[in-house]
Structures are given as structure tokens and as C-alpha cells.
């Protein structure tokens, strides 16, 4: 058993537009785990008993480091102070590659809204300088400190994007203030549209810049 209580993880469903929802390993033995119930926006998600779900997780030790994912179906629900699922296995665990995002230079007006203490603050405006997949440039008069999180919107192409982010690194000059932030809750068709955007960019750049145009046209199958 390579997962073991108050490891993070995320369970996404297996439906046509699948959802990721992240909770913690409360405990673990055998092929059975038993997760805390995901909430989305402070409402229980309603999962259903034999619902099948991929759990996948990111592992860092002395021992094993990697990202590591395995099947599982729901077999109960226990309603106690902290709503519980026990899941069992279906596979071993696998480990999986990374997805490895592009990132492209950009200027994209943004709001949003830090989060203190779980509560939303006031409305923000900021710069999104670079985007990809996986994350983003933020340029703003508003100061953070990593692992400050934030709720992020902001538009690409005609599709707006609402995201929960998490701050990963700081570039502080004496002219402005660059955070780089990493996407935590992001949904799947969302990140698509992003990634839709980021080729077309790609291209838009390459048009450019002679000699770029094969290399990003061959980004198109590998996202």
C-alpha cells in the first residue's frame, strides 16, 4: 500500500463531462480507502453508492516519489461529523506522467477574489501575463504570500474562465508585482478551452517568428 491517511487526492467521475473533486484519505488498509465526502461549494457532492471513479494522487518520499492512479467504486456512505466514503480498488496503482503544460505570453484582464479563511474577499484586478493548461502569470497592485489562494475569472477568446488558484511563486520588483499561480480547481472543459487558446497563440506567435510555425503546429496532438 503506497497511500496512507491524510494523503490528498482527487476522484474524477467517469461521466462524458467527468468532474474533479479533491479530499483527503482519512484511512487506509488493503484495497479500501476511506476519503472524506468532497464538497463543492460547501454542499456535499451527491455520490452515489456503485459509482466508479479514478483516484489519483501525487506521492513525495524518501522512497517513491511520482503521480500514481487506480480505479474504485463507491461501496458506502457513512453520515457521521465528517461524511466518509469507503472506496475499494479496483487495480493496482499505476504511475502516470505528468502533463507537462505550454505556456504563451498573453495580456488578459482578470478579477478575483482572495480567499481568507475560506471567506471570498472584495473584488481584485489584475494582468494575466502567461497562461497554460496548468497555471498562470498574474501582474497585480495586490500583495501575496505562497500558497495564498485565490478565485480567478477571466476571459478567453468568448469563454469565461472560473478558476480556484493557488499562489507557487513570487517575482517582486521595484515596477510591479508577478505571482505565478497553479490551477487547483479547474473544470475539465474549462482547461480545454484554455488549451485551445494557448495552440492558437502558438500559431499566432510562430506566424511571427519564421522557423517556430512546426514545432507548435505539432503541439496539437499532445494536449
Known sequence: MIISPNQLIELKTAAKQPK?????????????????????????????????????????????????????????????????????LLEEWEKIQEREFVRVPVVIDAFFNPIVADQKQEDVVGVILNLSGGGFLLRTTHSFALQDKIEISFKVDTKWITALAEVMRLIISCEAQDYGFRFLELEENARQNIIQYVFKRQLEIAEKTPGVRESAESYAGGE
Open 20 to 88: 474533479v473533486y479533491k479530499t483527503r484519505v482519512e484511512d487506509a488498509y488493503d484495497d479500501q480507502l476511506i476519503v472524506g465526502a468532497p464538497l463543492e461549494k460547501g454542499n456535499l457532492v451527491p455520490l452515489r453508492v456503485g459509482t466508479k471513479l479514478s483516484v489519483e494522487f501525487k506521492l513525495k518520499s524518501a522512497v517513491k516519489e511520482g503521480r500514481f492512479k487506480n480505479q474504485a467504486v463507491i461501496e458506502k456512505r457513512f453520515r457521521t461529523t465528517i461524511p466518509l466514503l469507503q472506496l475499494r
